[in-house]
């Protein structure tokens, strides 16, 4: 078994079940077609923590040692694996930077598997595919868990930026830590090192650099998951969104040998990605949170070769000729042949003055971990009566002492699942408000007091967290005149058409599937499904091109 060697509180009993599991011995010998076996006489570094592209090694006999190094105690953490380990987690499916470094000691013999074999390795092996595939899987999971990687997020408890950067890097499965200065003395003294005052706060520390008060963007392209789109290659099909129906498109798209690229403004899993967990899925009867299905999702559009870039917002498509012309912000333009529309929907807001003030600093649009931990043991106020409110509610009720929803209608049946109705009806730590809105929220750098109306009158109360879930608006500004779009802005398509499927838009070659669709169904299951079957039309679409 691996060998953990690093922060007190950590042994190798606290490695995540299947996060460094073992090729068999004929797998072993199966695996030595792909690669090169080499022997080392001499302690060797493999690839630097922060490279691209780091090929995968499978110990035959002797060791192999990963390890990184903390940002702010600089520490040096380390594995050693064992034959049969292999080294790599999901960064072995894409671009994007490693999370640790590797080297390999005198007299250990590795096989060397190159990138550009690997996915064929991967498909042509699947017993073997699979056990390389959940490993490296459960492996980022415990690096997430660990904060294992180095990153540190340094920013003061209870700040709205330090909340949207955190929130950003746990969207993204990217691992890190969240110090407070005030609570450990060698951030401060890292701090005062470089002379970051906390003005300069909240910045993000990674072994050899730093950022202070960084947009998302920059923050992606320096922690290499924002991808390279390739500008000046021309892509089989452009998948705008990364949600169920983006995912679920490019799982299929790639698989059948497509040249996929799929882009999201922030991270995979849409707004199916912040629920705490969708219980009515089918195949996962204990339920799913949003932000594991979509990773599993994204894991899966990779194997087969889809590239998923994040931070890349799509500004204008020119529909007048094929191959299609997109622009993205940043001054980039990328051509395909064919586009998927999956943008889905942004949060609608409160209709309250000063909304904006607090978001982030105890105004939330999800209930994912990092939304839900500040709330604690307090009170919480959920507005919504539609499903992804009433999984909140549940979720959030396990964790703060009550929580009040607030709803506008007189009931919840007509909005929300029956399951969900009864459970919140049941539970004692939840308040249900008919007929109700807000009308003030207060607070000086954080929110501290809601008011709401209801037919009862006003109540106003002393609570510090508040979740807004009443819906979304479709993400479809981009299209301008593009596309035919209904009055609200949801995309038109040809609505059972023989000769061009249900799925296609106005404009030959553009497809638009889930939420963002005029008439859909809005639910994670039809929106997988609404991906996977657009895929015959891109087809013959790509056929006649």
């Known amino acids: 078994m691996a060998i953990f060697q690093g922060k007190p ?3 190798a009993h606290s490695l995540s079940a299947g996060a460094y599991m073992r090729l068999l011995p004929e797998q072993m010998a199966r695996a030595t077609q792909y690669g090169t076996p080499r022997t080392y006489s001499s302690s060797t570094l493999l690839y630097r923590q922060g490279e691209r592209e780091a090929d995968l090694y499978i110990v ?5 040692e990963t390890f990184w190094k903390d940002a702010v105690d600089r520490d040096e953490h380390s594995i050693t694996l064992e034959p049969g380990e292999f080294s790599g987690e999901l960064n072995l499916l894409n671009q994007r930077e490693t999370m640790v470094a590797a080297r390999v000691p005198a007299g250990s013999t590795l096989l060397r598997v190159p990138r550009e074999r690997l996915r064929e390795f991967l498909t042509a092996e699947p017993a073997i595919g699979e056990v390389i595939l959940k490993t490296i899987f459960r492996r980022r999971q415990w690096f997430v868990q660990t904060g294992a990687g180095g990153l540190v997020l340094l920013g003061q ?5 330090t909340a949207r950067l955190a929130r950003f890097l746990a969207a993204n499965s990217y691992p890190f830590r969240v110090i407070s200065p005030d609570q450990s003395s060698a951030a401060h003294s890292v701090l005062e090192e470089r002379g970051i005052h906390d003005v300069a706060l909240p910045a993000v520390f990674g072994t050899k650099w730093i950022l202070q008060r ?3 963007r920059t923050l992606a392209d320096k922690l290499g998951i924002s991808e390279n789109v390739r500008e000046g290659a021309t892509w089989d099909v452009l998948v705008v969104g ?3 129906a983006g995912l679920a498109t490019a799982v299929y798209t790639a698989s059948e040998g497509l040249r996929t690229l799929v882009l999201d403004s922030y991270a995979p899993g849409g707004q199916a990605g912040t629920s705490s967990r969708i219980e009515n899925y089918l195949g996962f009867s204990s339920g799913v949170s949003g932000a594991e299905l979509a990773k599993q999702a994204q894991v899966q559009a990779e194997k087969f070769g889809a590239t998923v870039a994040v931070c890349r917002t799509v500004t204008s498509i020119d529909c007048s000729e094929e191959p299609f012309s997109v622009n993205l912000d940043h001054n980039e333009t990328i051509t395909t042949r064919s586009v998927v529309i999956a943008t889905g929907a942004n949060y609608r807001k409160l209709d309250v003055e000063g909304l904006e003030r607090f978001e982030g600093a105890g105004v939330y649009y999800s209930a994912t971990s990092i939304d839900v931990s500040p709330c604690a043991g307090r009170t919480a106020v959920i507005v919504g009566g539609g499903n992804s409110a009433g999984q909140a509610a549940m979720y959030i009720s396990g964790q703060a002492s009550h929580v009040h929803m607030l709803i506008r209608g007189p009931r919840l049946s007509s909005t929300m699942s029956d399951y969900l109705v009864q459970r919140i009806q049941a ?3 939840i308040t249900l408000h008919p007929s109700s809105e807000i009308v003030l929220l207060e607070g000086d750098d954080h929110l501290s007091h809601i008011t709401w109306r209801s ?4 109540s106003r109360l002393p609570i510090e967290h508040l979740y807004v879930m009443i819906g979304a608006v479709p993400c479809t500004k981009w299209l301008r005149d593009c596309v035919d779009l209904d ?3 949801f995309v038109r398509t040809s609505a059972g058409s023989e000769e061009r499927g249900p799925f296609e838009t106005s404009v030959c070659g553009i497809f638009a599937v889930g939420d963002v669709r005029s008439g859909s169904v809005k639910r994670v299951a039809s929106a997988v499904g609404e991906g996977s079957v657009v895929v015959p039309a891109i087809h013959r679409h790509l056929g006649n091109f």
């Open 9 to 11: 509180e950590t042994d």
């Open 60 to 64: 035959i006999s002797g060791t192999l």
């Open 157 to 161: 408890e209870g700040s709205g930026e």
């Open 214 to 216: 960084p947009d998302l």
């Open 242 to 244: 990364a949600g169920p």
């Open 427 to 429: 539970s004692k730590k």
């Open 455 to 458: 037919e009862e009158g006003d």
């Open 487 to 489: 009055a609200s802005g």
